[in-house]
């Protein structure tokens, strides 16, 4: 009788397994949209020419999936955009219209999964204006926010379920086969309680072992980073008013910037040569990244302290002191950054690195700024190849470009990726 029990209990045993696989196996091999790797791959491809909200070099990208028929026509045109334009597709050849025939630069490199990603974090951002507020002609529901289909909980609480399940089958089978051997005269060893049972203690160390080596290993990549690192500064600086609304050129007062490594920190010199007759604050509310009101006037103020100017005597009163800024942006000491070479040679805008600045009252760290950040971007990004004398040397690049073998030269292809280029 115990005997046939544990046989049939053996068998719905196994067909329990095989049922808990079914269920895992199809989760698993679903790989949802990850918008955080998405926006990693925005920020390296995209953000040269594209913005969530508005149009830059190319059009807004909200909104994306909806204006493309058909999903694997928009991956065709990520990956290459000639190709789409020449079955003749309406939509698209439009779009080319639209922005003067400029072509969109061809992502092979790119991956459906990766461009999934990307799209998925473009949905995160779709429903938000960069000040926060949703926009109505998004479509999205006042609060809603798109969680970009990432079920990662979920698959992990349904592993968690089963993995549960299985240990207590697997202890029933053991005790029934106890009862059954009792039963039959069978000298049966006593079933090893869970907690006693080294394979089982054995299989848990060594999960805990692979989690915290992954979580250990995480944590030692971000080490030294600072992503979205935003301080306090003691004046508060609005680019958005100056760059954005104001439309100050970004080198009238980071002169560095095309002439030398450092973009340099304006002198005190700059700042007075407008708020000598700009002395009050009449622009839009200004905010914190808290939400706290500041009054623009008394920064200005401020500034007039730190330089000792007097506003009503319209003259410097006072010995002037520095302005104590906060620097956000470090690299590691061994790593060399000459930003007149990307700005001058590699024809990058600000927004590259720095992300959206004329949007921002606060200034954050927009990009990782790693190694692997810059060397996705070196991976893609293309150079002043032609009619360009100091790559004259690269003889077989020339040649595979006449042959038509390759259309465009990378930074990579051009020794970008070399260690010795950005180390010392």
């Known amino acids: 009788m115990y005997r046939r029990v544990s046989i049939l209990l053996r068998k719905h045993f196994v067909s329990v397994l095989i ?4 269920i895992v196996i199809p989760f698993s091999s679903v790989k949802a949209a990850d918008p955080a790797k ?9 953000a040269s020419c594209h913005n969530v909200h508005k149009k830059l070099t190319g059009p807004a990208l909200a909104g994306v999936e909806d204006r493309w028929p058909d999903k694997k026509l928009l991956h065709q045109w990520i990956h290459n955009s000639a190709s789409v334009l020449a079955t003749g597709d309406k939509y698209a050849n439009d779009l080319f219209n639209q922005y003067n025939k400029t ?16 799209l998925a974090y473009v949905k995160v951002e779709q429903a938000k204006t960069p000040g926060g507020v949703k926009p109505t002609e998004a479509g999205a529901p006042e609060g809603a926010e798109d969680k970009g289909n990432d079920n990662s909980l979920l698959f992990g609480i349904i592993t968690l379920i089963l993995a549960v399940v299985a240990l207590i089958l697997m202890q029933i089978n053991s005790n029934l086969n106890k009862l ?3 039963k039959e005269g069978v000298p049966t060893p006593d079933p090893v309680p869970f907690y006693k049972n080294k394979a089982y203690l054995a299989l848990i160390i060594l999960v805990l072992f692979m989690v915290g080596g992954y979580f250990t290993i995480q944590g030692a990549i971000g080490l030294g980073r600072q992503k979205d690192y935003m301080p306090e500064q003691p004046i508060f600086y609005s680019h958005k008013v100056h760059a954005g609304i104001n439309q100050i050129n970004c ?32 622009g839009p509310e200004l905010t914190t990244a808290e939400g706290k009101k500041v009054d623009g006037t008394a920064e200005i103020a401020k500034l007039y302290d730190y330089v000792g100017w007097d506003p009503e005597a319209g003259k410097y009163t006072k010995p002037g002191r520095p302005i104590e800024w906060t620097k956000i942006h470090n690299l590691p000491d061994h790593v060399y950054f000459n930003h007149s070479q990307h700005v001058v040679a590699g024809q990058q805008q600000c927004q590259t690195c720095h992300g959206a600045i004329t949007e921002m009252d606060e200034v954050h760290q927009f990009s990782d700024l790693s190694m692997g950040w810059c060397i996705n971007c070196h991976r893609t990004t293309k150079v002043q ?40």
């Open 19 to 22: 049922l808990c696989a079914s």
């Open 38 to 46: 998405g926006k990693a791959l925005f920020q390296t491809n995209c």
């Open 103 to 118: 072509a969109m630069t061809a992502f092979p490199q790119l991956s459906n999964e990766e461009i999934d990603d990307i």
């Open 180 to 182: 059954a051997g009792d």
């Open 251 to 282: 080198l009238y007062c980071h002169a560095g910037a095309e002439k030398s490594k450092h973009a340099m920190i304006p002198s005190e010199n700059i700042c007075m040569n407008c708020h000598k007759a700009i002395k009050e604050y009449s």
């Open 385 to 424: 190849f032609a009619d360009n004398n100091y790559y004259s040397i690269f003889e077989k690049l020339h040649q595979d470009i006449k042959d038509k073998k390759i259309d465009s030269v990378t930074v990579e292809m051009v020794g970008g990726t070399e260690c010795q280029k950005c180390h010392y």
